[in-house]
């Protein structure tokens, strides 16, 4: 009696050590990280240019579409947020013909925005990001107005500075280690000339490029 029930012990024994052996050699299987994994982290530095659109509202004679480049450096703080500024040069031009005179008014306009303060990250992942940031600066506008009937040329020119402010959102896409397609950034961009409030829009798209890994 003693003898069987000596060996059934070693036999399970031997059983239950084999079994545990075989579950420590089997691979791990991938499992997802789910959504307590940290966030990826953004590099140190974003620069950016590209091509800058300006609506300008409520400024006639002036030119109300203008175009030109604009080029951003911000400092990522944190995963959520950034401090920097955007710097914008735009251009346009049409022409007037007057109902009681001969000839044209030619009018070219430019405007030179500088606004610096926070962007915040409202999502993003390894691939896209979405943002939104609140600027604040200065404008320096310039206007030309030129008139031209047969001899007669006579030109007059005026500029002035004044507050800017940028409030608005854009996206990005990530689709190389250091390079990412601002695909759009779209801003409400008030300006504060001759003491009044113009309600004036920005779009933008361009090209950044992401440096200094934490």
């Known amino acids: 009696m003693f003898p069987r029930l000596l060996v059934a012990i070693v036999l399970i024994v031997v059983f239950g050590f ?7 050699q089997q691979p791990q299987k991938y499992e997802p990280a789910g959504l307590n994994a940290p966030p990826p982290q953004p590099d140190l530095f974003d620069v950016s240019v590209g091509f800058n659109y300006i609506y300008l509202d409520n400024q006639f004679p ?3 579409n203008l175009y030109g480049v604009e080029a951003s450096a ?17 251009f346009g031009e049409h022409s007037v013909q007057p109902r009681f ?3 044209n008014v030619d009018v070219d306009s430019r405007r030179y925005i500088y606004v610096f303060g926070p962007r915040f990250t409202v999502w993003h992942n390894p691939q896209f ?3 939104a940031e609140a600027l604040a600066g200065g404008v320096h506008a310039e206007a030309e107005v030129s008139f ?14 004044a507050l800017a402010v940028a409030v608005g959102a854009g996206f990005d896409w990530r689709f190389s280690r250091h390079f990412s397609w601002r695909v759009i950034q779209a801003d ?3 300006t504060n000339l001759g ?5 004036n829009f920005r779009a933008s798209t361009g090209l950044v490029y992401s440096f200094g890994r934490k």
């Not at 031209?148 to 500075?161: N, T, Y």
């Open 129 to 131: 990001r979405i943002f």
């Open 148 to 161: 031209q009937a047969g001899a007669v040329s006579v030109s007059r020119s005026a500029s002035e500075d």
């Open 18 to 24: 084999s079994q545990a052996h075989a579950q420590t």
């Open 62 to 64: 002036e030119t109300k």
């Open 195 to 199: 003491s009044q409030w113009q309600n």
């Open 188 to 190: 409400y961009l008030p």
């Open 74 to 90: 911000f400092i990522n703080i944190t995963s959520w947020l950034a401090a920097g500024g955007d710097f914008m040069a735009n």
């Open 101 to 103: 005179f001969f000839g």
